[in-house]
């Protein structure tokens, strides 16, 4: 089956760090990827992984990817309110489609 | 103006109509998705495109039909709606096939369909 399973909900603190994390089903995904849900709109892609690469940083994001024990990490360093999202997990299936997670809430508290 | 389009953004109807939600993209790309979104269970894929000649299933097409008009229009039919099928309805393309290759998936902003 394609599961991929990520926890509902983080509240944290401003300026404090994010972790969100995730599991899939997979072993041979290429790509692995977050994706961020602002209210009222689509997804946008925050970033993705290749499956060769353990970790992957752009800014205040850091991928961590296990890939023995098919876990997958988003972290956010120094979360600001414009961070308060709903956070998808993704894996690829067979070339030509994504699975998701049911998506991790996060929000960010004064 | 977005590289994914769907209309209407929102729509109320009551059971038994027939309902389209349409999508058009500018994005040149082949492939084109239809998810739906519901609380707590992330986003589900109902139908999928590779080109205009090429529509496959995805996990929960019962209950819709789809039509890939052009390259850049594809649209989703819900030819009875029923309250189960009140969700948050995503049109997507991929960059598969493209020079970039990565599987990223466009998304339009989503329509919203509350069937009563």
């Known amino acids: 089956g394609e599961d991929v399973e990520q926890s509902l909900f983080l509240s944290v603190r401003e300026g404090d760090s994010s972790v969100i994390n995730c599991t899939y089903t997979d072993s041979s995904s290429t790509y692995l990827y977050w994706y961020k849900q602002e209210p009222g709109a689509g997804l946008q892609l925050l970033t993705y992984i290749f499956s060769n690469m353990d970790m992957k940083q752009d800014q205040r994001l850091t991928v961590l990817l296990n890939k023995k024990d098919k876990h997958l990490s988003l972290r956010i360093a120094d979360t600001q309110t414009g961070d308060s999202a709903i956070y998808f997990c993704a894996e690829s299936i067979d070339d030509y489609k994504l699975s998701f997670g049911a998506g991790t809430t996060v929000t960010v508290r004064a | 103006d977005a590289d994914v389009t769907q209309t209407p953004r929102n729509r109320i109807t009551k059971t038994g109509k027939r309902i389209m939600l349409e999508c058009s993209q500018t994005?040149?790309?082949?492939?084109m998705y239809w998810y739906r979104q519901d609380p707590g269970l992330g986003l589900r894929l109902i139908y999928y495109?590779?080109?205009?000649?090429?529509?496959n299933k995805g996990e929960i097409s019962d209950g819709y039909s789809v039509s890939r008009q052009a390259q850049a229009k594809f649209s989703l039919s819900l030819e009875s709606a029923i309250p189960n099928q009140t969700a948050l309805y995503f049109c997507a393309t991929s960059d598969r096939g493209t020079e970039k290759n990565t599987g990223e998936l466009f998304f339009g902003e989503g329509s919203r369909l509350t069937v009563l």
């Open positions: 994005k040149g790309h082949d492939r």
């Open positions: 495109s590779f080109d205009v000649k090429d529509i």
